[in-house]
């Protein structure tokens, strides 16, 4: 600590004991713990006692006050001289007049019959700490010079004293900044998806300068320039701006590798717009760097001048330096993260042609951390519109596993094109991959085909998926075959079943299956109560997405990877309850705009009167329904609350491919029916008169004219049925 820095708080509990001990041995009117600051331009209390308030009136003001040497002043006197100083009577003092001149009449006259002792707290060394003033008044007796060598003595007991509880502060708060730095360092090397990375080293790096604005740029070297990739407080301007090297102090620091803090000198080479539009007063860059190798600079911003001084940078700096570690370690990951991805993830297949009449529904969640798994997994259409699905799985872990099985996946579809026949394929690539994977390596594998309401499938060691029949039964889909690449003649055998509308075929792999809690396994204890209760009445990949839901919740931590598959072979007919918000909802309305503006002019707009928002149907009592034809959305209607006895019916729309065949009338019907059944009596809806067949459906359903409105040149009615 520099020579008189101590602040009021500091060391508070030894200067109270020190004065606590002078009272017991001295019968005086205050005690006093002042400081001066370094430059020796303030005086400043750290501490004092005063026998009762008029003392406190008059005495305070000077404790707190500018450094003045030439005018009277007992802290000046102790300070300048060095030595304690014995003033028996203040009004007879050398420097009394000085001191009157600055001090009020009711403070004179308590200053002109006391008596005081001024002594400097300085250690052995030469280092003061502040100055012990002690004042005595009528009709306490005065101080003299056997009191004098008494608080003498204290002076120096007490600078013993702070010295030393100084430095134990110092020690603890160098085990605070540690533990706080270690906590910054492992909330930064706690993920390794670079972008969690990055926003962790700028959210550590405010709470340890805590600083207004924090900015981490990435440098690009084909470039030359660093990039804003994370930022806390920072403008839209300046998320956008690069910066080259040399340009600026950041660029300085980027180039040179050396952290910076702001410095009045070097004010003509920042980057005035920053620093204005920032409103940047006190700034530090540090370089991020590892092994020779620029990843980019940290930066701390604040709206105070001088706010950050060379303690903060070391800090920034230290945080600076694990930084580099995390990015580089997320940075490999994220390049090998990307190799697997095009192997594995970049094959998820896309849903079936809407005209085979199948749904799928998939969900693929590698185990955390890992490059890439083994599990195999696609569906694909066939050039006879067959469609194919593939679910397998590679025995290990890693870059070399996620390539053999990106190869299996190969081989299978390449092989179906020549033949449709499940156990041929699989025959064909188990005689390929005996000379490619690695010793010991197997692949199981499920291929089916779907075609004209039949599933042809040959399984070769993989878990059987099963077939929820329409009707409640539930049949698995075994097989006697072994793993791929174990024999160079597998014997794989084919079988065949019938696949109904409605049916669902549902597969996964182990990691799903095996999946432990207490010694059960997920796949034999939740998951055929889940495929029970929701297999047959969930859209696919809803329920794909539900049954890993509550994997998830079974044993939250995951040791493999994970492909859940449900495809169905679309009902006839399907009313889905979804959000207005969803894919199907949203298409259908967009081709309901087209109907509208192709009936009234481009110029019509659609407003919230007319069509309500898509929120507005997920108010309470409101609601929005989807009809699916053999999987297509072919209708929709949405209905909301007016009141406690009024709904409203909004956005009825069919198709032009599915009209007249009475899917309209199924759409009011259920909306009717709901608005019943939340307490509706009455219906209204509004509808316009160039939209006959609308108008012709709701007049038959017995909806009558109630209000009849005229605008843009067209005519708008409310029309009402009573329930």
């Known amino acids: 600590m520099a020579e008189g820095t101590v602040t009021e708080g500091w060391l508070h509990d030894t200067l109270e004991q020190l004065i606590e001990q002078i009272r017991a041995l001295l019968d005086v009117t205050g005690v006093a713990f002042v400081t001066v600051d370094e430059d020796r331009e303030a005086i400043r209390p750290a501490a004092a006692w005063f026998v009762n308030q008029d003392a406190s009136r008059a005495f305070s003001p000077l404790l707190a006050r500018p450094y003045e040497p030439e005018r009277g002043g007992v802290t000046e006197a102790a300070v300048e001289s060095g030595t304690a100083v014995l003033i028996p009577r203040m009004g007879e003092w050398p420097g009394a007049e000085g001191l009157r001149e600055r001090v009020s009449e009711l403070a004179w006259e308590w200053y002109r019959t006391a008596s005081f002792i001024s002594a400097p707290v300085r250690t052995a060394g030469g280092r003061t700490f502040g100055v012990l003033a002690i004042s005595s008044n009528p009709p306490l007796r005065a101080l003299n010079a056997e009191d004098l060598r008494t608080i003498e003595v204290f002076a120096r007991l007490a600078a013993l004293a702070l010295e030393r509880s100084e ?205 890439g798994g083994g599990d195999v997994f696609g569906v694909w259409t066939l050039p006879s519109l067959a469609v194919a699905v593939l679910i397998g799985d590679v025995s290990g872990k890693g870059l070399e ?24 394929v699989l025959a064909q690539t188990n005689r390929i991959l005996r000379t490619r994977l690695r010793r010991g390596g197997f692949a199981t594998a499920f291929l089916a085909v779907v075609d004209n309401g039949r599933l042809r499938y040959c399984n070769a060691g993989h878990p059987p998926p099963c077939l929820l029949r329409e009707g409640g039964e539930s049949e698995p889909l075994p097989g006697s075959g072994l793993p791929l690449g174990v024999e160079d003649d597998g014997q794989h055998e084919e079988r065949e079943v ?174 009717e029916w709901r608005c019943k059944e939340y307490g509706a009596r009455r219906i209204r809806l509004l509808s316009t008169e160039v939209l006959a067949e609308a108008r012709a459906l709701y007049a038959s359903a017995g909806y009558t004219e109630a209000e009849v409105m005229h605008a843009g040149g067209r005519r708008d009615v409310w029309l009402e049925k009573t329930l």
């Open 167 to 371: 430095l134990l502060e110092r020690e603890a708060g160098l085990r605070r900044e540690e533990g706080l730095l270690h906590r910054a360092l492992q909330a930064v090397a706690a993920s390794i998806d670079l972008d969690a990375v990055y926003r962790a080293i700028v959210e550590q790096a405010g709470e340890l300068s805590g600083a207004t604005t924090v900015m981490l740029t990435r440098y690009d070297p084909a470039q030359g320039e660093l990039r804003h990739v994370a930022g806390r407080g920072v403008s839209e301007r300046l998320a956008g701006a690069r910066f080259g090297l040399g340009e600026g102090m950041i660029g300085r620091v980027a180039a040179s590798g050396q952290p910076y803090v702001s410095q009045a000198a070097d004010e003509s080479a920042f980057i005035r717009w920053v620093v204005e539009t920032q409103r940047v007063r006190s700034f530090m860059h540090v370089p991020i760097t590892l092994g020779g190798r620029l990843f980019g600079v940290l930066t701390a911003m604040h709206e105070v001048p001088g706010r950050f001084g060379e303690d903060d940078l070391r800090r920034l700096a230290a945080l600076g330096v694990g930084a580099a570690g995390a990015i580089a370690h997320a940075l490999e990951f994220e390049h090998e993260r990307r190799i697997a991805r095009a192997l594995t993830a970049g094959f998820v297949p896309a849903p079936p042609d809407p005209q085979t009449g199948l749904e799928l529904g998939l969900v693929y969640e590698p185990v955390a951390h890992e490059a």
């Open 401 to 424: 596993v996620a390539a053999a099985s990106a190869m299996v996946r190969y081989f299978v579809e390449a092989r179906a094109w020549d033949t449709e026949s499940p156990a041929e």
């Open 498 to 671: 019938e696949f109904h509308r409605g049916d669902v075929l549902f597969a996964a792999t182990d990691g799903l299956l095996e999946l432990r809690r207490e010694r059960r396994f997920f796949g034999d204890d939740r998951l055929p109560e889940l495929l029970s209760a929701h297999g047959r009445t969930t859209p696919p990949q809803q329920l794909a997405e539900r049954v890993f839901a509550e994997a998830q919740e079974w044993t939250p931590v995951l040791h493999d990877d994970i492909v859940v598959l449900a495809l169905r072979r679309a009902p006839e007919l399907e009313l889905r309850d979804e959000l207005a918000s969803s894919p199907a909802a949203r298409a259908l309305y967009a081709e309901y705009q087209a109907l509208v503006r192709e009936r009234l002019g481009e110029e019509f707009e659609p407003t919230d009167e007319i069509f309500a928002s898509e929120r507005a149907f997920e108010e309470e009592r409101a609601g929005f329904v989807v009809l699916y034809a053999r999987g297509i959305p072919v209708a929709c209607g949405g209905y909301r609350s007016l009141g406690p006895e009024v709904s409203e019916i909004k956005r009825m729309f069919v198709t032009a491919d599915a009209r007249h065949q009475g899917h309209a009338r199924r759409v009011l019907a259920e909306l």
